[in-house]
């Protein structure tokens, strides 16, 4: 049940089965909703029986009624989410409902603190509204038996539904209140981000001690079922946390990427040159790589400095250094001031994982490795970069 504003969509997935389009926005049933599902009939069948005896197996049918009432209320939830958002002009990719509820995915967006919380809360403004109406229906509606013990489970589980997702933490939607806050003090969403999945990760570690702790106090077993139910939503509140984090971490570090500060060096010579006049550059220039350029000026293959000194001294100077070189993809260079997502995204349209780097003038001037990127993106805080590997 969260949102991801600014988030760029991702490549296309496997999304469950499509429900259709409401509001214009396609809704998607993952799978394994079905687990959630069989365990509402499992876990409530038993105890609707033990209630409503004359109703035989058909209390599992009510209790198959519940989750359906439950899969409603996460729906609406999420429809909120996207209705709100489209008010904005969001991009609104899909809503996927899954086994811990759903969310809703958007596009790649421009906002601001404000927008993003009203769009967060929206979620549980409309589970309320539910509650709110489900109560009145008690109230105002004489309802037999099995319609009245429906209604009350509507009722408390869209309350429930609601409080939970308002804590103040990722991935839940709550978790927004500190992302804003954070976001409107320093500027940064990503900083706000990171807080906000360290909140998360406390709400997490919280709960678990919650259920925990007080029979342990009072000397008492807790029971199991409820462990074991504390323990996967605390994980998943925690791994929720944890990818927030983790890519809230990546897209700070972006602008520090760039070609120039991960380059190697490189020098260059035209196709056709022979393997003695690339022995000679570099030995001019013993830490640099040498690229080798096509007829057009651009970088085509680097030269690999172990096949260079495979080629016996009396064929250097007839052997073109082509013949020792490891070919580039296509279009596998990029300018000296490419940086940040910029660069990132496209690297990530290439083929192959090395890439020359040239300056203003298309003098190649350096060389650049997906290895050493990934590791700019991915090193932890405070680490310091790998630097660029020595070229072969």
Known sequence: MSTTPGAGTPAPVRNG?????????????????????????????????????????????????????????????????????????WPTTKIVLTLWGGHTQFGSVQTTPGRSLLVALAGPAANFVLAGAGWLLLVAVPLNPVAALLAQIFVWANLLVAVFNVLPGLPLDGGRIVESAVWKATGSQDRGTVAAGYAGRIIAALLAAAVVIPPYLRGEAPDLQLILLTALISSFLWMGAGASIQNARVRLRLPQVSAGALMSPAVSLPAGSTVSSARSLLTANPHAALVITAVTGQPWAVADRGALALVPDNLAASTPVDAAARPLAPGAYVPVVAAGSELVEYLAKLQGSEYAVIDHDGSVIGLLTQAVVLDAISAKPGRRQRPPASPR
């Open 17 to 89: 089965i499509p429900l259709g389009r409401i509001a214009g926005v396609p809704v998607y049933l993952a799978y394994s909703w079905f687990i959630i599902a069989a365990f509402i009939v499992v876990f409530f069948g038993p105890l609707v029986r033990r209630s409503f005896p004359y109703l035989g197996v058909g209390a599992y049918g009510v209790a198959l009624g519940y989750a359906l009432l439950l899969l409603v209320s996460v729906l609406i939830h999420e429809l909120a989410h996207a209705v709100l958002a489209r008010r904005y002009r």
